[in-house]
């Protein structure tokens, strides 16, 4: 029998997270192929004139590429 260890997520459903080129939060997360991947839905930026025309980005990460924002006092 194979035992396989597969580290805990490190980060959570509804946190913020950083990322090069913004910021957003986890929508959701899997692992897949050795490493935890991230769905990470975008902030909001300001609404462009025309509206907004369907659901904001999101994008997918692995955990190597993500950094936890910390609350702000």
């Not at 035992?3 to 459903?13: E, G, R, S």
């Not at 902030?43 to 025309?53: A, I, T």
């Amino acid at each position: 029998m194979n035992n396989i260890l597969i580290n805990a997520p490190v980060f959570h459903q509804t946190q913020t997270v950083m990322f090069m080129g913004g910021e957003g939060t986890v929508q959701c997360f899997r692992f897949d192929s050795g490493r935890w991947i991230y769905d990470i839905e975008m902030e909001l930026g300001p609404e462009p004139l025309f509206g907004r025309v369907g659901p904001e980005t999101t994008i997918v990460l692995e955990e190597e590429e993500l950094c936890a924002v910390m609350p702000s006092k």
